[in-house]
């Protein structure tokens, strides 16, 4: 991962770690106990033919089982995948797929995100992430719109972690501000995510918090 970085990351492009690898990098004890299938980053589309062709370099291929025709519209590129680290790295260009009712919200745009984003080092690279609201909104979104059975749980994780680490100095009202400019599916998954971890005592939420979610939704 730090090759990649490495080598992918410049003063022109810093690409935006998304899901897992930014979880598992800023927030676990140890990266290793987050698995994840793949590595998600994102660039603004103008990179992106610069990003692939860095991948490339280190060795990196493309590979489906679907068509190339079929990554036209979709969110990210056909994915990469190493077969000397056996890593699979997926190049997004937009944070929400197609069928999301957030893909084409402008509210959720890189451009419109960019005071949602920070620069940080990571593995002594400086590469960007997303606050740690912005975080919350997009890990329940992303896991309420698209619940996975067999990795359905990882999600739920990253939540809890976040919010051991960070629910304190959390700002509800930025978390409050995405949610009021989104559709309805976002607070939906938010407060899905919270109250299933409030219910089951996993880890406690503030009730105001609670109720003011309900209220919005």
């Not at 809890?160 to 304190?168: A, K, M, Q």
Request: charged share 25%; aromatic share 6%.
């Amino acid at each position: 991962t730090g090759l990649m970085l490495r080598a992918t990351s410049s003063e022109a492009c810093r690409p935006l770690l998304l899901k897992g690898a930014a979880m598992a990098l800023r927030e676990y004890p140890t990266p290793h106990l987050r698995t994840m299938g793949d590595i998600d980053i994102c660039v603004p589309r103008a990179h992106q033919s610069t990003l692939e062709a860095q991948l490339r370099t280190l060795g990196f291929e493309q590979t489906s089982d679907r068509s190339a025709e079929s990554f036209e519209r979709h969110h990210h590129s056909m994915p990469f995948w190493h077969p000397k680290w056996q890593v699979w790295v997926e190049v997004h260009t937009r944070l929400f797929p197609p069928r999301s009712l957030l893909s084409d919200n402008p509210r959720f745009t890189l451009e419109a995100m960019e005071s949602e984003l920070r620069t940080v080092e990571m593995l002594g690279v400086p590469v960007r992430v997303m606050t740690d609201e912005l975080q919350l909104v997009y890990t329940c979104t992303r896991w309420l719109e698209d619940v996975n059975i067999e990795r359905g749980i990882f999600p739920v994780l990253d939540v809890v972690i976040l919010l051991r680490n960070h629910g304190d100095a959390l700002d509800w009202e930025r978390v409050s501000a995405m949610l009021e400019e989104s559709p309805s599916v976002a607070t939906t998954a938010v407060r899905t995510m919270l109250a299933y971890l409030d219910l089951n005592e996993i880890i406690p939420v503030p009730r105001e918090i609670l109720r003011r979610l309900a209220a919005d939704d």
